[in-house]
């Protein structure tokens, strides 16, 4: 948060006190609305102990449409809408009579609704158990927050069967993540992982075995939390299981929910009403997650090549062991990935393991879900030179006499007195391996004028009311003449709190790439170099970027840097990283991190075809990185020129889009095409070419374009050298087989996708309507990855005859 808004909050924080909050009953008329920004008021419940509207988070620019506990300090979330993708200032909720509870954009473009009703609603209400309702006519509840929860549970609350609580994806990305609290239809509820692109739910890793598979009237059906805070499962024979067994609740008037947190235990916590302070367990499942996941499948409770220990709080921490680091730095409970990949390559060959790398030693520490080879019996010795001599060899594990050996991705890691072995793990000879992370992040560095300013505060807010108004008054106009001075001082001055990134010098980048020396490709936007650079305790690989031919304004120098920190604040998944840039007389760099895995082109279009599942992997993820740059940034970013060169693929395989926002530092003539167009021949939409206002809707169109390629295996415009001119066009040729049914043709010999034929048809179709010559026709990249994921139906696309002319 920047100075000036801190200083305006705390100035704004010493004078709640004189202001007065507008009573409310709760209920909220057909038409009433709230505007996303800092200063909009919620609507609230009787009682004033639960507030519903936009709730600002971390980036001040970004709010989440939820529910949270007014009267609390913290005021702690319990449900949020929109699958927990938060928007942008100027966005607003309506509450309308025939859709209900409407979120829309700053533009307008609906976002997220509660649902069509059929009894229109009359009106909402805000009930003092954090409850939001829809009433319609004849007092009917025809839609409530309880009935679609989220991550939390409140007393009152029902889950029926078939209920299912979401985690987050951190703790402040309310985005679906990994875990899940399903009550089955069998009777159970469990606790599991899943699949984030696929939501295939791995083995449970806790049960409340409150089945009866022969006596189905004796299952479980409902998790009632009760209005006391004890919340247990209901059978159909109404006898009571109460999840926590024993445990009392203590004593006085306490608020109470049930969470599912991010690291996937479930826990009760309660708050004393009547006083500040912290939120306290009451009872939390599964006893200690590290070791109580056991699947044969899935990362674990920590990511890949991770390991897991319970702290103090028993809650899972999760840090990376020697030689690795974590995938991306902002999410320390994510995947490692390793400073280098045991190979079998002739350097790398199993007589001359043992000269290359040596062992670190670990203890009581296992990978329990990654072996391919177990030796007994076994010495530590004999453990140890098997591992260093074989090449697929990663770690090796011993516990007894019996030794086994694990190769990457290494899941489920765990460090625990349980496991009662030996890890060696594998580790390069002249390379230092770097400290294992530290799951925890330094506290930020608080200055003498901060400690002033909470000094100072705590007097004022225990002064009259007279005093305080007064210096109120005058502390806030004093910060404000002193924090007028430091702008002046530092106007023409580049500020490090501008952005994240790291700022690099000319010097440092040649350093790092050897002299420019490691080309990785080219293109239209410059060339692009292999380089190593030291970041925190570990070196790493990153690919810089040396851009050309930028826009030639007076104040490019302040241009590039606003540009560079736009696309420095995207976070996602399915995106390439930007690390820094460099921005040094001629000199424009960005460093991104390093993709082992290189271009989807290579992998697509190699000798090898890939398989149907990694394909469709690839083509969901290309999309959900498109419809964060298209609806989910605080400033939407059109990519211009989506096409297999610019998808990059990580260590796992994981598609991530590249080169996004290039074309706001670019010239508006860098092309190879025709200038004035942007993009790549064969997947430049058509309105590039008629001259027409270009919107998101061009990254849809090569989108559809590269899906194809995806589907098939084969370029866009790649078959004249090989003689197959029916198929030198791949739209053409998909158009016909489209008209002919002959769909087997795109895919041919390939047996994994003949036997997905029904998903393979559905991608095929949405490539078709994302390619519609008329924009106003294609879907949006929100439509088109719901269609992916099989989430709306897709309809069959309009006679492909008339595009030919266009192709």
């Known amino acids: 948060m920047s100075h000036p808004l801190l200083y305006l909050l705390f100035c704004f924080l010493l004078l709640l006190p004189f202001s007065t909050v507008a009573q409310t009953n709760g209920t909220v008329d057909v038409g009433s609305s709230i505007t996303a920004s800092a200063k909009a008021t919620p609507w609230l419940s009787p009682s004033q102990d639960f507030a519903f509207g936009f709730k600002q988070l971390e980036d001040n620019n970004l709010f989440l449409l939820s529910i949270w506990y007014y009267k609390i ?4 979330i319990v449900w949020y809408a929109n699958e927990g993708v938060p928007v942008s200032t100027g966005s607003k909720v309506e509450l309308t009579a025939d859709k209900g509870l409407v979120l829309t954009d700053p533009q307008g473009q609906e976002l997220w609704s509660s649902g069509s009703v059929l009894n229109r609603v009359a009106y909402g209400f805000m009930n003092d158990t954090g409850n939001f309702m829809l009433v319609g006519g004849g007092s009917v509840d025809v839609w409530q927050s309880f009935k679609d929860p989220t991550d939390t549970l409140l007393p009152t609350q029902i889950m029926e069967s078939g209920g299912v609580l979401f985690s987050r994806q951190t703790q402040k990305n309310f985005s679906r993540g990994r875990f899940q609290l399903r009550l089955l239809e069998d009777g159970n509820l469990v606790l599991n992982t ?7 739910a791995y083995d449970a890793y806790y049960r409340s075995d409150t089945s009866d598979a022969a006596n ?9 939390f009760n209005e006391t805070g004890y919340m247990y499962v209901l059978k159909r024979s109404n006898q009571i299981i109460l999840l926590a067994p024993g445990i009392v609740l203590p004593p006085g008037d306490y608020y109470h929910r049930a969470t599912l947190n991010f690291d996937g235990v479930f826990t009760q916590y309660y708050h004393p009403k009547s006083e500040n302070g912290n939120w306290a367990v009451f009872w939390y499942k599964p006893d200690n997650i590290c070791v109580d996941i056991v699947g044969k499948e899935g990362r674990g409770a920590c990511g890949y090549n991770s390991i897991c220990t319970i702290n103090d709080n028993n809650r899972p921490d999760c840090s990376c062991p020697l030689g690795f680091s974590l995938l991306d730095r902002n999410d320390k409970y994510g995947d490692c990935k390793p400073s280098f990949t045991p190979s079998c390559e002739d350097g790398d060959n199993k007589s001359s393991n043992g000269d290359l790398y040596d062992l670190s030693v670990l203890i009581d520490t296992d990978w329990p879900l990654s072996d391919y080879e177990q030796l007994k019996p076994m010495s530590e010795e004999t453990c140890k030179n098997s591992c260093l001599q074989d090449c697929f060899c990663t770690v090796a594990i011993l516990r007894g006499d019996t030794c086994w050996k694990k190769k990457l991705p290494l899941s489920n890691g765990r460090k625990d007195s349980a496991v009662n072995g030996k890890a060696f793990m594998k580790f390069r000879k002249g390379d230092l391996p770097p400290q294992p992370t530290d799951p925890s992040f330094p506290p930020p560095d608080i200055k003498k004028n901060d400690r002033t300013l909470i000094v100072v505060g705590s007097v004022l807010l225990g002064s009259s009311l007279f005093v305080n108004v007064v210096l109120t008054g005058a502390f806030c106009l004093g910060f404000f003449l002193i ?3 430091k702008i002046l001082k530092n106007r023409d001055g580049p500020k490090a709190a501008e952005t994240i990134l790291r700022c690099f010098t000319y010097e440092e980048l040649a350093e790092a790439t050897d002299g420019f020396k490691e080309e990785l490709g080219r293109g239209a936007f410059g060339i692009v170099y292999e380089g190593v650079l030291q970041m925190g305790n570990s070196r790493n690989s990153v690919a810089v970027k040396k851009l050309d031919r930028l826009v030639q304004e007076k104040d490019r120098e302040k241009e590039f840097k606003t540009e560079v920190n736009v696309i420095g604040q995207t976070h996602h998944k399915n995106l390439v990283r930007l690390v820094g840039f460099c921005d040094e007389g001629e000199h424009r760099m960005l460093v991104y991190e390093f993709m082992s895995n290189g271009t989807l082109a290579s992998f697509l279009f190699g000798e090898m075809k890939p398989s149907w ?26 990519h211009c020129d989506i096409k297999p060169q610019n998808i990059l693929l990580d260590d796992y395989y994981n598609a991530r889009i590249s080169d996004f926002g290039l074309a706001k530092l670019l010239m508006i003539n860098q092309s190879q095409t025709n200038a004035g167009i942007r ?7 058509p309105e590039w070419f008629r001259s027409k206002p270009v919107t998101a809707k061009v990254d849809v169109y090569s989108f559809g374009v590269l899906l194809l390629e995806i589907i098939t295996c084969r370029k866009h415009l790649g078959e004249l050298e090989t003689g197959l001119e029916d198929r030198a066009i791949l739209t053409d040729w998909v158009y016909e087989c489209f008209l002919k049914d002959r769909l087997d043709a795109l ?13 393979v048809q559905r991608f095929l179709m949405v490539g078709i309507w994302c390619i519609e010559e008329d924009l106003s026709q294609r879907p949006t ?9 099989g989430v709306v139906e897709v309809a069959v696309p309009p006679s492909p005859s008339q595009f030919y002319s266009l192709s």
Not at 73 to 76: R, S
Not at 194 to 200: E, G, S, V, Y
Not at 613 to 638: D, V
Not at 679 to 685: E, F, M, Q, W
């Open 73 to 76: 300090p913290d005021q702690t």
């Open 194 to 200: 899943r699949d984030l692109d696929t939501n295939f």
């Open 216 to 224: 189905e009237t004796n299952s479980g059906y409902k998790v009632i």
């Open 483 to 485: 924090y007028k001075k």
């Open 613 to 638: 599942n990694q394909r469709s992997k690839i083509a969901l993820g290309i999309a959900r990185g498109l419809l964060y740059l298209h609806e989910e940034c605080s400033t939407q970013i059109i």
């Open 679 to 685: 993009g790549t021949r064969g997947y430049v939409a």
């Open 747 to 759: 895919v041919e010999d390939d047996s994994e996708a003949l036997n997905d034929w029904r998903n």
């Open 781 to 789: 990249m929100r439509k088109v990855t719901q269609m992916l994921e």
